[in-house]
T-cell receptor, first 117, second 111 residues
Framework: GAGVSQSPRYKVAKRGQDVALRCDPI?????LFWYQQALGQGPEFLTY????????KSGLPSDRFFAERPEGSVSTLKIQRTQQEDSAVYLC???????????????FGPGTRLLVL | KQEVTQIPAALSVPEGENLVLNCSFT??????LQWFRQDPGKGLTSLLL?????REQTSGRLNASLDKSSGRSTLYIAASQPGDSATYLC??????????FGTGTRLKVLA
């Protein structure tokens, strides 16, 4: 596709519900990232995939957060038993993944705005 | 823990002015640095990437520089236009894929 797409764009969940957020990266991009952006803040790293391998999940706030990319393309971020503090914009980004040392442009999707009531 | 400060937090200027946005890292060991713009309700758009062997990058009216000794970066916007109105974010990495973001500078250019 032309860019990174995410769905849904908006999600309202009741506290305790499970949610699943989808990311479609740019075709052929090896690297995929998830970020969480709270209101008025910069994005914070959650997790990183290289193809289907989740190489870093150090930014996931708790074990309620789970991400997968089973076929190395589409990724899903799942949040179980949502809490109000999970309300944020969840951004997905992808990059080519061929340059060592992180020196690659990351292309971001429009984000999913999650509101937990 | 790496922290990133962006100054000013907000800026409102008349059209045509030249602007300087600042970004500083508590740990000066920045390997790569990116500047992004974010429009309301949208994702981030990469503007400039300064790689480890570089000190500055230019694209059109934008110029970004990185002083690795001090951990400071500057984004220069020449001849600002109303279409430049957005939030500008800097992000640095210490040699890996993991970027640490600042909180951004909200820019408004008045026609």
């Amino acid at each position: 596709g032309a860019g990174v797409s995410q769905s849904p764009r908006y999600k309202v969940a009741k506290r305790g519900q499970d949610v699943a957020l989808r990311c479609d990266p740019i075709s052929g991009h090896v690297s995929l990232f998830w970020y969480q952006q709270a209101l008025g803040q910069g994005p914070e790293f959650l997790t990183y995939f290289q193809n289907e391998a989740q190489l870093d999940k150090s930014g996931l706030p708790s074990d309620r957060f789970f991400a997968e990319r089973p076929e190395g393309s589409v990724s899903t971020l799942k949040i179980q038993r949502t809490q109000q503090e999970d309300s944020a914009v969840y951004l997905c980004a992808s990059s080519l993944g061929f340059t060592a040392g992180g020196a690659e442009t990351q292309y971001f999707g429009p984000g999913t705005r999650l509101l937990v009531l | 823990k790496q922290e990133v400060t962006q100054i000013p937090a907000a800026l409102s200027v008349p059209e045509g002015e030249n602007l300087v946005l600042n970004c500083s890292f508590t740990d000066s060991a920045i390997y790569n640095l990116q500047w992004f713009r974010q429009d309301p309700g949208k994702g981030l758009t990469s503007l400039l990437l300064i790689q480890s062997s570089q000190r500055e990058q230019t694209s059109g009216r934008l110029n970004a520089s990185l002083d690795k000794s001090s951990g400071r970066s500057t984004l220069y916007i020449a001849a600002s236009q109303p279409g430049d109105s957005a939030t500008y974010l800097c992000a640095g990495s210490s040699g890996t894929y993991k970027y640490i973001f600042g909180t951004g500078t909200r820019l408004k250019v008045l026609a």
